[in-house]
């Protein structure tokens, strides 16, 4: 195992998922600091092969990692080991790959049912809009920036992969909007944004070659649909202040979806 995967292995570790098994007792209160750090790096290890799909013997795992650590002599040889990660990675991308797959024939399954649901308008571009609340002020034009809440999603899922506002432990809405050039957006918004009223919110479906197409983006598989609901705040003046960066990440043209 080369430095680069030993690092990525041991300081990647997914968090703890809920419903699982019950976690098992904590390290005894009088270990050191350093002992306690080799609990914590053998819990990394473990969980991190375990969402990747790997599950190892643990005793021959154990073993192996005390060979290498202790510069004992190790059973197989450097090739065998090559070897080995070798098809364990290629087994672990395979997985993910037809992981994304799923995702994405679900969201698209789910943007046509959304299409056939009561109040979406088809577009002749391919996307489809529902007006949740239409508003008053002006219409942007493309060369416009954009004050917005948005939420997006992939269709069909109900957890966002970004938003710009929420719920915290209280119960209470919190999140600041975003400012964006509409001409940085993803295709489809660039295209329904400038038929929307300030003041008005609009749920989006999005098809995978109006979203983030074969390549894909943060938190979204290639050949995605994607569900957007975009609230148009404000039209800004161009040059008014600086453009909020997207955490959700960016189209081709560098703006948010």
Known sequence: MNAALLAAVLLSAPAPQEGGAAAGPAPPAELTEPQKLSYALGVNVGRSL?????????????NG??????????????????AL???????VRKAELAAAEK??????????????????????????????????????????????HYTASLAGEEVPFFATRGTNEAGETVGEPIAAPLRGLLPGLRTVLPTVPVGSEVTVGLPPDRAY?????????????????????????????????????????????
């Open 50 to 62: 375990l969402a990747d799909g790997l599950d190892p013997d643990p005793q021959l795992f154990l």
């Open 65 to 82: 990692l005390r060979d290498a650590l202790t510069d004992a002599p190790v059973r197989l040889s450097d090739e065998e080991i090559a």
């Open 85 to 91: 990660l070798a098809g364990a990675a290629e087994r």
């Open 103 to 148: 995702r994405a024939a679900a969201s698209r399954a789910a943007f046509e049912a959304l299409a056939e649901k009561p109040g979406f308008k088809p577009l002749s571009t391919g996307e489809v809009v529902r007006f949740d609340r239409t508003g008053e002020g002006p219409k942007p034009a493309p060369t416009d920036r954009l004050r917005v």
């Open 213 to 257: 197409g074969p390549d894909g983006g943060p938190g979204v598989p290639p050949n995605a649909a994607l569900t957007v609901t975009v609230e148009l705040l404000d039209v800004l003046p161009a040059g008014s202040e600086e453009d909020a960066a997207d955490p959700a990440g960016t189209d081709e043209s560098g703006g948010a979806p």
